[in-house]
């Protein structure tokens, strides 16, 4: 029996597009170039090309788009909202299948149950779960898509507090593997599907079509402080954070930001509380450890929301080019010694460090593997193509060196362009052996592109 892919002619693809609701387009169509500059937020243009592109209405399109890349020998790559640094959905040939039309949610406030579809934003979940008294821990940027962040593993709002990681909230998904068929997977039915969807990135051999997340009450009091140091003061100031220990419901978070001529370490702190009085203790928490001087203080105990932390983040983002990377560590003094040195080297003084606190949270059984008490990644961002290169070997530069500190990577801001072949690093091994060997058996034949750019 010959089992070699159906070659694709026009008349095929003019038969595909009429069992969808959505529409597709093949890279000769006129709309082609638009539809492929859309798709992802980053103005650097990618120069990798799928054959088509499908803009799914419902789920049905998602099986239909699957059955056909399948019997034509296409593999498939999957965009939520296209918020990816690398633009890793978009693979030449193959098709792309994107699923941000695909935007439902529905809310069950009295089993604290959201069921949301892919292309929904950490903004529209907020708003949609706030009349019920209810929270997410979505990413911090509003535009982020879901999908790609849960499927990460999540390093979202009041994460320490909320399950360690933002995809420890997810109870069950439904999803369409490469086979077409629709299954519904939690701890007990599909168990390995599930484990997988709980912080195994991309490319794991089945698309994600509805994910059904544990809610949390909504904090009465959000509330933020925030105080400034000299980046020499970087490494002490990890060090003291260290000591300190935040209780979870206090995020910590350290830019380095632009100050006069150099650049300073800003400390922000987030307090997620039922009242201004226990708000203010989360706070104290850290503050009044902090050795005497270390930092000066800016603001203290301010109204703070949802939708204030979308706006902070947002503005972090001031160019139209980017490329980012991380490490997670357990030596943060380390780490910022090589930040100190590389950082008046960047091409571009709107590219920010950013310093998360994540403890040692208890991982359960799932994908996300990745331990360190710190996250460091870097956003490099500028405005003209000519900066490109430099850029790019400056990130380079810089984490190939934090590298030798690194234990461990998250892969949602993982620089996939440049370290596809490292992508291990974001996993424990018995987890990486494991989503491997799991993907070989859920997509024997490379229906699904796989995570690293470059191969099928």
Not at 43 to 72: K, L, N
Request: hydrophobic share 40%; glycine share 10%.
């Amino acid at each position: 029996m010959d089992l070699r892919p159906d070659p694709i002619d026009a008349d095929d693809f003019r038969v595909f597009p009429r069992h969808l609701d959505g529409k597709a387009r093949s890279r000769h169509h006129a709309e082609y170039a638009g539809w492929h500059r859309d798709a992802c937020w980053n103005g650097r243009r990618f120069e990798r090309f799928p054959e088509y592109i499908v803009r799914a209405q419902s789920i049905a399109d998602v099986g239909h788009s699957i059955d056909f890349a399948r019997r034509h020998g296409l593999s498939v790559s999957v965009r939520g909202r296209g918020h990816s640094y690398a633009g890793c959905f978009l693979r030449d040939n193959g098709l792309l299948l994107d699923l941000s039309a695909l935007d439902r949610i529905d809310v069950d406030p009295a089993a604290r149950m959201a069921a949301v579809q892919p292309g929904v934003s950490a903004r529209q979940l907020a708003q949609a779960l706030a009349p019920h008294g209810l929270a997410f821990p979505t990413g911090h940027g509003g535009d982020v898509g879901l999908s790609g962040f849960l499927l990460g593993g999540g390093l979202g709002i009041n994460f320490r507090a909320w399950g360690g990681m933002s995809a420890f909230n997810l109870r069950a998904l439904d999803l369409i593997g490469a086979d077409g068929e629709l299954l519904h997977a939690d701890a007990e039915h599909h168990p390995q599907l599930f484990w997988a969807a709980r912080g195994g990135g991309p490319g794991l051999g089945f698309v994600a079509v509805k994910f059904y997340l544990d809610c949390q009450p909504l904090p009465a009091c959000i509330t933020g402080s925030s105080a400034h140091t000299g980046l020499d003061r970087l490494g002490a100031l990890l060090q003291a954070v260290e000591r300190a220990d935040p209780p979870p419901a206090l995020q910590v978070m350290i830019a380095v930001v632009p100050h006069g001529d150099g650049l300073q370490a800003a400390l922000s702190t987030l307090a997620f509380a039922d009242t201004a009085q226990q708000a203010q203790a989360l706070h104290a928490a850290l503050f009044s450890r902090l050795p005497a001087g270390l930092v000066e203080p800016l603001a203290r105990d301010q109204p703070s929301s949802f939708e204030a932390i979308y706006r902070q983040s947002e503005a972090m983002l001031v160019s139209r080019r980017y490329r980012c990377d991380n490490v997670l560590t357990d030596r943060g003094a380390e780490a910022a010694r090589i930040l100190a040195a590389h950082l008046p080297l960047r091409p571009s003084p709107a590219s920010v460090p950013l310093l998360i606190w994540r403890g040692e949270p208890r991982l359960p059984d799932a994908a996300f593997s990745a331990r360190g008490r710190w996250f460091v990644s870097t956003y490099a961002q500028w405005d003209a193509e000519r900066d490109d290169e430099a850029n790019r070997r400056w990130l380079k530069a810089l984490y190939d060196e934090l590298a030798g500190v690194a234990s461990g990577a998250y892969i949602n801001e993982f620089d996939l362009e440049e370290r596809s072949a490292q992508v291990e690093r974001c996993f424990a091994p018995a987890n990486w052996a494991r989503l491997r060997e799991l993907r070989r058996r859920c997509d024997p034949d490379g229906v699904f592109h796989d995570v690293r750019i470059g191969r099928r």
